[in-house]
Nanobody
Framework: QEQLVESGGGLVQAGDSLRLSCAAS????????MGWFRRTPGKEREFVAAISWGGGSTRYADSVKGRFTISRDNAKNTVYLQMNNLKPEDTAVYYC????????????????WGQGTQVTVSS
């Protein structure tokens, strides 16, 4: 059964760092482009970052460019989101997702989703 499980969220102060992990149970993890999205109450899911099948290409939302880094370890079936210099506006539930389309920023392009992990950044 295909499953994505996020971890690593928590409560931090502005300027701190967090690393989110997403462990994937997919039949062929390396066949999927992986993405991170986030959602705050009353808003649509927002694209954060995506990484290609082999990890050679990445894409970021302008709001996180230079602060967040997406990476993957295909041997461990895991994708990561390193978040540095966190800001209160980064507070959200963060979701990882898997897509057959490379580097998509569109939620509809993702076939599998995790349950999300809460990140709260206090000022």
């Amino acid at each position: 059964q295909e499953q994505l499980v996020e971890s690593g969220g928590g409560l931090v102060q502005a300027g701190d760092s967090l690393r989110l992990s997403c462990a994937a149970s997919l039949r062929a993890f390396s066949d999927y482009s992986m993405g991170w999205f986030r959602r705050t109450p009353g808003k649509e899911r927002e694209f954060v970052a995506a990484i290609s099948w082999g990890g050679g290409s990445t894409r970021y939302a302008d709001s996180v460019k230079g602060r967040f880094t997406i990476s993957r370890d295909n041997a461990k079936n895991t994708v990561y989101l390193q978040m540095n210099n966190l800001k209160p506006e980064d507070t959200a539930v963060y979701y990882c997702a898997a897509s057959v389309y490379s580097l998509s920023s569109y939620p509809g392009g993702y076939a599998y989703w995790g349950q999300g992990t809460q990140v709260t950044v206090s000022s």
